[in-house]
């Protein structure tokens, strides 16, 4: 009798250890994919609100020239050629507007091209 409830206390314990483990993988939010497209003098859409700790992956392409995105107080910096696609993956761990700024030269307008992250609770 004593092993069979033994048996009985130790299935249960890892039924409900696989069940807790279940839900702890469920919870956890997968990256929210936004895709920005860079052109000469801008970043479309030009303007982004961030969930505080909510992972996100920004997938930039440029139709016309070499372009980069740099975000100096997130640590972020990417580049990508004309017709090509880059992603920059992270998880705002502060709240506040960063703005990032285009880090390859691409002509007159080229200090102009920003994109703002506005970063809420």
Do not use: W, Y
């Amino acid at each position: 009798m004593k092993n069979r409830l033994m048996l009985l206390t130790i299935s249960a314990a890892i039924l409900l250890t696989a069940i807790l483990l279940d839900r702890s993988t469920a919870a956890q939010v997968s990256p929210r994919r936004i895709e920005v497209t860079a052109n000469k003098f801008s970043f479309m859409p030009g303007e982004i609100t961030l969930k505080r700790n909510q992972p996100v992956v920004l997938v930039l392409t440029s139709t016309d020239v070499a372009h980069g995105l740099k975000f100096s107080e997130l640590n972020l910096n990417v580049k990508f050629a004309k017709g090509k696609s880059a992603e920059i993956s992270f998880t705002p761990d502060k709240t506040g507007i960063f703005i990032g700024h285009c880090s390859v030269f691409c002509g007159a307008g080229h200090g102009t091209m920003t994109l703002s992250l506005h970063v809420v609770e």
